[in-house]
């Protein structure tokens, strides 16, 4: 590779002792951070240089510092329900964290605690910011995203906006096109001969005036035209696990730890990289013996949601949501 690519490349194995693929330097080797002492479980990250946030399975979220040879930690916040969805408005230095009964927080850098902005009565899945309309856009497990007003046949799970598009996806055979500016909407087909009956997009990123759809589960990466519509597909060696973008370059991250860089080209090319120890010692109480991967496939309601490996805690989750809905429902 010739081109120095600078920022973070939001990526994240499970597998892997939670492994972070965060930038790249002048030998243009991809540089992936260890982060072994962070005793709790990750659920998610959200990146901006300099800014990293961490989403853990304890509730916690904690905001760092990112420098070439270390990350300095800022501020611990405690939210009262796990974190679903984070996304971080650089010109407003606020962080918007959603959660599994719905709520929107919004944790600004230096304050001690968050602010309730919004609420809806279903689990968020996703979360993006228009900053030209000042929009918080969230998509849930109701068939509902919930900007839009439009019924869809299953749950939502990934957004992504650029300028006046937004594309929907989640676990439907199709994604959607929004505009806007006039709320009309084009419906894509994704599924094709010999895929899944049950296909789940993970994550989409708009780069180029394309839509790339990572699915879960899936060593496929559908690649849309956002003007004609055309459905392309890049067929990877493994099943993927994380998709990112850095000035316009796709990365992505297979299960068996191999980093690929996805050309224009839609050819791919695999990284090399070298492991370093990134987070000094950090002291994290935790009730957990390991990170729960839930996949995104078991938001279908014809499964039995979360029956497989459920914790004390999302059994107890699962109780207060219940009684929270049936105090709605009196009302």
């Not at 919930?146 to 937004?166: I, K, P, Y």
């Not at 297979?254 to 090319?269: A, Q, R």
Request: hydrophobic share 40%; glycine share 4%.
């Amino acid at each position: 590779m010739s081109e120095n690519y600078t920022g973070f490349v939001r990526l994240i194995s499970f597998d892997n002792n939670f492994l972070i693929a965060i930038c790249f330097d002048s030998s243009s080797l991809a540089k992936i951070f260890e982060i072994k002492d962070l005793e709790a479980g990750i659920r998610m990250i959200e990146a901006k240089c300099p800014h990293l946030f961490i989403a853990l399975e304890n509730k916690k979220v904690m905001h760092f510092e990112v420098e070439k040879e270390t990350a300095t930690l800022k501020s611990t916040w405690t939210v009262q329900k796990s974190v679903t969805s984070m996304y971080f408005i650089r010109e407003k230095n606020i962080l918007l964290a959603s959660d599994k009964f719905g709520d929107v927080f919004t944790f600004q850098i230096g304050d001690s605690e968050g602010k309730l902005v919004m609420g809806q009565i279903s689990m968020i899945l996703d979360m993006v910011y228009d900053e030209q309309r000042n929009f918080i856009i969230t998509s849930d497990r109701d068939e509902r995203s919930m900007c839009m007003g439009f019924s869809l046949c299953r749950f939502v799970s990934a957004l992504a906006l650029e300028g006046d598009t937004l594309v929907s996806g989640g676990g439907d055979d199709y994604v959607t096109i929004w505009n806007m500016n006039s709320y009309e909407k084009t419906e894509v087909l994704v599924k094709k001969d010999g895929m899944s009956d049950d296909i789940t997009v993970a994550k989409i990123i708009l780069s180029e005036n394309k839509a790339f759809l990572l699915l879960e589960r899936s060593n496929l990466i559908v690649v849309i035209d956002i003007e004609s519509h055309k459905v392309e597909y890049l067929e990877m060696p493994n099943i993927l696990t994380s998709l990112s973008s850095v000035n316009n370059c796709i990365f992505s991250l297979s299960i068996d730890g191999v980093l690929y860089k996805i050309n224009s080209s839609l050819t791919y090319e695999a990284l090399s990289f070298k492991t370093e120890e990134f987070f000094e010692k950090i002291e994290i109480t935790n009730d957990f013996d390991f990170s729960r991967e839930f996949t995104l496939h078991n938001m279908r309601k014809s499964l039995n949601f979360g029956k497989k490996g459920k914790s004390k805690e999302d059994d107890q989750d699962e109780i207060e949501e219940e009684n929270s809905n049936k105090k709605i429902k009196a009302n």
